[in-house]
């Protein structure tokens, strides 16, 4: 019963895995949309919202294959201990723990990525607000 238990944690992982996928997939779009609409603005400096805008789906990107790497292994490693399981060989506990570390490791970059990313989009919030600000004091 052991090894069945072993071979499971990971996949008990996988929804997790999976919202955060969403989330950031979903954020991805939007960014994808700033851009677009980046494209209608023409009274406006655009090169550095671009530059921003870019930094931030170079991010969302890495923290994507982050995410998409982390349940892949996740997956694999459960089905590599099941299969070893099955078999009777002893090494499959550690080969279970080989992937979902490398699983787990992958999902705090992933992590780090998108906290760096929200940073960098509470920046454009603050000017945005800024500059609200500034023409609703000059009126």
Same mark, same amino acid.
């Given at each position: 019963?052991? !090894?069945?238990?072993?071979?499971?944690m990971p996949?008990l992982?996988l929804p997790g895995? !999976?919202?955060l996928l969403?989330?950031?997939s979903?954020?991805f779009?939007q960014l994808h949309?700033?851009?677009? /609409?980046?494209f209608?603005?023409e009274?406006m400096d655009r090169?550095?919202?671009?530059?921003?805008?870019?930094?931030?789906?170079r991010?969302?990107?890495?923290?994507l294959?982050?995410l998409?790497?982390?349940?892949?292994?996740?997956?694999?490693?459960s089905?590599?201990?099941?299969?070893?399981s099955?078999? !009777?060989?002893?090494a499959s506990d550690w080969?279970?723990?080989?992937f979902?570390?490398? !699983?787990a490791a992958l999902?705090?970059?992933?992590?780090?990525?998108?906290?760096? #990313?929200?940073t960098?989009?509470?920046?454009i919030?603050?000017?945005h607000v #800024? /500059?609200?600000?500034g023409?609703?004091s000059?009126?």
């Amino acid at each position: 019963m052991q !090894g069945t238990v072993n071979w499971l944690m990971p996949l008990l992982l996988l929804p997790g895995v !999976g919202l955060l996928l969403l989330s950031t997939s979903t954020r991805f779009g939007q960014l994808h949309a700033e851009v677009h /609409q980046l494209f209608h603005e023409e009274d406006m400096d655009r090169a550095p919202i671009a530059q921003h805008l870019l930094h931030r789906a170079r991010l969302f990107r890495n923290a994507l294959t982050a995410l998409y790497a982390s349940a892949a292994l996740f997956a694999v490693g459960s089905i590599a201990g099941a299969l070893m399981s099955l078999l !009777g060989q002893a090494a499959s506990d550690w080969l279970v723990f080989l992937f979902a570390a490398l !699983g787990a490791a992958l999902l705090v970059v992933a992590t780090v990525l998108l906290v760096r #990313e929200s940073t960098l989009s509470l920046v454009i919030i603050e000017a945005h607000v #800024e /500059q609200l600000v500034g023409e609703t004091s000059f009126e």
